[in-house]
């Protein structure tokens, strides 16, 4: 129902973090190359770093201290003041600091730019995707207009527009454009409430994540709107929870990559949840809903996004009609992603419990190996590759088994049966040609 839409917001957030992480290397080779040239003349920082209150680690010792001046060219005092400190620099040093300085700053505002602009991308690319599914949406379900993109004797056409539109397709799709374009303008919140109340949606899986997700709008809107300086606006919106001690009116508020990683994982789950909930509650029994799910469960387990394999492992688990054999996998990736984000205690008496003996043997093998129980997953190996049901291609992408990659065994069973599958093509070659 949503595949082309969801697959293109994976599409979009692939493409912020390969950008991320394509330019601030770049970025962050020229900030070790400045450092080096600049090391002597940037000395001086640390000696106004000192006049704080600073851990033990960081302090500087009077032997470093008398190291710093003397290395130093020019005369310099520093004094600490009620907002700082105050330096004053005289001799040919002050010009090179002043030069190695502006350097340092002119690079850390290249590295703040790139992260503005993933995160105006990351808030731009969810209000697409937003918009995009509630079309689709309304394309299909369009009697559901007059009763949640409409309010209670709303006159939305003057005549002038009504005789504008050739078809009555025309004039639904107006107001479909039109009202949720008025949506995407709205708050985080607001759209929450909308997908809530007119949709019907639980989104119990936002429950933990809500005020947070809520966080990075306020904070795009911060950069936006106020030159990245905290105002009374964000801090009176802001969960109190998500502010460090640094986060006060009239400061400014910095991003970085793990930020801007984290959340790009935390709306592309979430907003994906949205999309497979309005599925579901539309479309109960449309099987392909499973296998797309699991296709989100593998690509995401691929990349070792475990957050995002639990959220999409707990939604198929959830599904009444699904498979068993798809639930098993489902829970199978469940606990792997806990073991993974170090978080097994939780459920390790589960995967104790669980009675995989009507299942076919690679289950029971995933379960070996997930209770560390390395005898048991070698002989459960050998068993389903000599049974043929797991390739030894494919067994050596589970994931699951990264923990055993490096022992002997392991090697000794996937080379033999390398080398059984090698000579057997080999056979049915000669016998071919013959």
Request: glycine share 2%.
């Amino acid at each position: 129902m949503f595949e082309r839409e969801i697959k293109k917001l994976n599409n979009n957030y692939d493409a912020i973090k390969t950008f991320i992480n394509l330019v601030e290397p770049v970025l962050e080779e020229k900030q070790i190359e400045n450092f080096k040239r600049d090391r002597t003349d940037l000395e001086l920082l640390r000696l106004v770093f000192s006049t704080f209150e600073i851990e033990d680690e960081l302090k500087v010792s009077e032997e470093d201290k008398a190291k710093i001046e003397d290395n130093f060219d020019g005369i310099f005092s520093i004094e600490k003041t009620d907002d700082g400190a105050k330096v004053s620099i005289s001799g040919n040093g002050a010009d090179r600091f002043e030069k190695a300085l502006k350097r340092m700053r002119e690079l850390d505002e290249q590295k703040q730019m790139l992260y503005k602009s993933c995160l105006m991308n990351i808030i731009s690319t969810v209000e697409c995707y937003l918009a995009d599914l509630l079309k689709v949406y309304y394309s299909e379900y369009y009697d559901e207009i007059k009763s949640t993109l409409l309010k209670a004797n709303d006159k939305f056409f003057s005549y002038n527009q009504l005789t504008s539109f050739s078809t009555i397709d025309d004039a639904r799709n107006y107001i479909i454009d039109s009202r949720i374009e008025n949506l995407i303008r709205e708050s985080f919140l607001e759209w929450i409430a909308f997908l809530k109340q007119s949709l019907g949606l639980n989104m119990g899986y936002l429950k933990d994540l809500e005020s947070e997700m809520y966080e990075v709008f306020l904070r795009r809107n911060i950069f936006v709107h106020n030159n990245g300086i905290i105002n009374s606006v964000y801090l009176a919106n802001v969960d109190k929870k998500l502010l460090s001690d640094t986060d006060k009116k009239n400061m400014p508020i910095f991003l970085d990559k793990d930020y801007l990683i984290r959340y790009i994982d935390v709306f592309e789950s979430m907003f994906i949840l949205i999309a497979l909930e309005l599925w579901k509650k539309r479309k109960n029994h449309d099987e392909s809903r499973y296998g797309f799910i699991a296709d989100q469960i593998y690509r995401n387990m691929d990349l070792r996004r475990w957050e995002l394999v639990k959220s999409f492992t707990i939604f198929l688990m959830k599904e009444g009609s699904c498979p068993i054999v798809l639930k098993n996998m489902a829970k199978i990736n469940y606990w792997l992603a806990h073991k993974e984000l170090d978080d097994f205690d939780k459920i390790k008496n589960e995967v104790e419990k669980e009675d995989f003996s009507a299942c076919t043997k690679d289950f029971l093998l995933c379960q070996s190996a997930l209770l560390d129980d390395k005898e048991k997953t070698f002989v459960l190996m050998d068993l389903v590759l000599k049974a043929g049901e797991v390739a030894v291609c494919d067994l050596e992408e589970w994931p699951v088994l990264d923990i055993y990659r490096e022992d002997c065994k392991y090697q000794e069973i996937i080379s033999n049966y390398k080398e059984a599958n090698e000579s057997n093509e080999s056979n049915e070659s000669n016998e071919s040609n013959d």
